[in-house]
């Protein structure tokens, strides 16, 4: 018998800096979720250049205060989806919060900010927050964590699929068939758009991102660069394993476009990303009939055609997670909203072969209203 529906909004702010991502999700028990409503409140250039400068070298106070902003961030997220779905802050059951990922150092740490009190306090509901501490704790990496809604949401009903997501990082899940744990596993490939992202900024600072793949389109990739890079050791570690901006971030950028400026700079990061992807699959999955694309880079028309062609070599179709259930740009929301309710219902929101963690997780911290 279905559980009561419940309504929850999950909030997620990626490694791409792009915002922070909000969706009113529908909760029926742990496999039947529906996504009501989303939105983004993206990050303004200043606001994106605190966070660049709070991982790079912030000191005590910024973080602290750059800790509480990121809280009203996404209140105000949450206020706008709110009112364009005309629902009431007392109707929703919890909020979970992902906030911003400042520091990835497993299995040191694994740190994001954004103080759950401020929600609590705002809209008077219990907020669920702080998802990775308490993998690394258990000696994983803290991440990937969407896995588990991969594994009961977005998995093939009947055989195996990939769920690949082309976030700031990349990342990809190998599921059996729905809500079958047994035999899944996820990891990150490496880098995903924010490199891209990182480089196209370099180019032109006026830019935010590459914008429909047009610098990379006027570019030629430096193969040489590209065999060094593809030589990082992080490539050729197996599962489970993480990555972020402390490894594929600013510096790299900045070497990559000083060995190759101009557009020639952002076609090679695409071309590292493709083939870190293609590379992994590959070395590390199992034969797969298609493999499903969401985040950004599946927007980048240069990666995602890319991408297409290398696995198609591998008789793998590589499909939009738009075709087959909702916007690919929310699923990362969603997600956590999942991951909310189960720790709200006391049920692990780890996956171990994904994290590496000594066994399954009741996940975050919840913050009573």
């Known amino acids: 018998m279905s559980e009561r529906p419940i309504l929850a909004v999950g909030l997620m702010s990626g490694t791409s800096l792009d915002g922070v991502d909000a969706a009113l999700v529908r909760l029926e028990g742990p496999t039947h979720c529906e996504l009501l409503h989303f939105l983004t409140r993206p990050y303004s250039a200043a606001e994106r250049n605190q966070l660049l400068s709070a991982m790079a070298a912030g000191g005590a106070r910024d973080l602290a205060l750059l800790h509480t902003r990121l809280a009203e961030w996404s209140a105000e997220a949450t206020e706008s989806l709110l009112a364009e779905s005309h629902i009431r802050a007392s109707d929703l059951a919890f909020i979970a919060m992902h906030g911003q990922t400042i520091w990835h150092e497993p299995p040191a740490v694994s740190w994001q900010l954004g103080e759950a009190a401020v929600l609590a306090e705002r809209f008077g509901v219990r907020v669920v927050s702080n998802f990775r501490a308490r993998d690394v704790a ?10 588990a809604a991969d594994v009961l949401l977005f998995a093939h009903p009947s055989e195996p699929r990939v769920l690949l997501n082309l976030g700031g990082m990349a990342n990809l899940t190998y599921v059996p068939r729905r809500a079958a744990e047994e035999g899944a596993f996820a990891f990150d490939t490496g880098p995903g758009v924010a490199l891209v992202d990182a480089v196209a900024r370099l180019v032109d600072p006026k830019l935010r991102y590459d914008v ?21 050791p992080f490539f050729g570690a197996p599962p489970p394993k993480s990555t ?13 476009h000083r060995e190759a400026p101009g557009p020639d700079g952002v076609a090679t990061a695409v071309e590292l990303t493709a083939q870190s ?3 992994s699959m590959a070395r590390w999955v199992p034969g797969a009939p298609e493999v499903v694309g969401s985040g950004g880079g599946m927007h980048h028309p240069i990666l995602a055609r890319r991408l297409a062609g290398l696995l ?13 259930f909702f916007s690919g740009d929310a699923k990362e929301a969603v997600a956590f909203a999942l991951l909310g309710y189960l720790t709200i219902h006391g049920q692990p929101g780890n996956l171990p072969a994904a994290t590496g963690a000594a066994g399954h997780r009741v ?3 919840i913050t009573l209203a």
């Open 138 to 147: 258990a000696g994983g990496q803290g991440a990937p964590l969407v896995p």
């Open 212 to 232: 429909d793949g047009t610098l990379a389109a006027r570019g030629q990739v430096h193969q040489p660069l590209l065999e060094r890079l593809l030589a990082d």
């Open 244 to 256: 972020g901006r402390e490894r594929f971030g600013l510096p790299l950028a900045q070497e990559i």
């Open 277 to 279: 992807v293609a590379v």
């Open 312 to 324: 198609a070599s591998r008789g793998q179709r590589l499909r939009r997670f738009d075709e087959l």
């Open 363 to 365: 996940l975050g911290q």
